[in-house]
């Protein structure tokens, strides 16, 4: 090793050393208890484990009740008009441990928190799809207005990690050409005429036969994910299937079940 590299390596160390020390390593999650694995204490890891346990529907990827069957075909509670990704991989609903690691992605672009979910992802997708061999893993954009005041483009930056775990390439032509209005507050009729027509593809080459891994944070009504897929379809995808790391709806369709 030459002396500037004797010399990096010892900076490391000690820094390394000294941040152990003022910043003792803690839960990831909940920022209280120290760390068990994954970068999360054991209650946030029992929480984890109940949420990501529970069974949905592999259409809309809403948690499905105790006695709805998982179907291909969805659920009752699939929207009248199916989205247009094929098929929807979650790891659980937006609550608990699964909330505060997407707030600790998209607000401190955490670079712990992007790999684990990155790899709890993958695994997920492996799992739900052991047999497809995806070509391209394509992040879904937010438009330049959006990504400049955030001051990163967390998607992308997930979608980055899923595709190292899978070995495939990220694919970039993607793009949002209309800037809209958050969609926290809209009905899903709302939100699909909120987006209809924000995306468009860069080079149809790029997505032509492909079968493509769409990736996002969260997903509610799947209208966003829905209308990116649409575009991607256009541009004569072969396939798209949704991954997200958690599903927004309303408690009651899974507290009962969880176990702290």
């Keep these: 090793m030459s002396w500037a590299g004797s010399a990096a390596a010892a900076v490391h160390t000690v820094t390394g050393g000294l941040s152990d020390l003022l910043l003792p390593q803690v839960c990831l999650t909940c920022g209280r208890d120290k760390v068990a694995e994954d970068g999360m204490c054991a209650a946030c890891g029992r929480e984890l484990l109940s949420l990501v346990s529970l069974p949905y529907c592999p259409r809309c990827g809403s948690t499905l009740g105790p006695n709805i069957p998982i179907s291909e075909e969805g659920c009752p509670g699939c929207p009248t008009t199916l989205p247009r990704f094929g098929r929807a991989i979650r790891l659980g609903p937006y609550a608990g441990p699964l909330r505060s690691a997407v707030r600790q992605l998209k607000y401190r672009h955490s670079e712990a928190m992007r790999s684990r979910l990155g790899r709890f992802l993958a695994e997920a997708v492996t799992a739900k799809c052991p047999d497809e061999r995806f070509d391209l893993v394509v992040a879904i954009p937010p438009h330049w207005r959006r990504r400049l005041a955030r001051g990163c483009d967390h998607a992308r930056v997930l979608a980055g990690a899923i595709a190292r ?96």
Excluded: M
């Design 165 to 260: 775990w899978l070995s495939v390439p990220v694919g970039q032509a993607l793009i949002r050409v209309r800037h809209t209005p958050p969609q926290t507050s809209l009905s899903r009729t709302r939100r699909l005429e909120n987006v209809r027509g924000a995306f468009a593809v860069s080079s149809r080459r790029a997505v032509a036969g492909a079968n493509i891994l769409l990736v996002d944070d969260v997903t509610t009504t799947g209208a966003t994910a829905s209308e990116a897929a649409k575009t991607l379809l256009a541009a004569e995808a072969l396939r798209v299937t949704l991954a997200v790391i958690a599903k927004s709806e309303p408690p009651t369709a899974y507290a009962e079940r969880l176990v702290c």
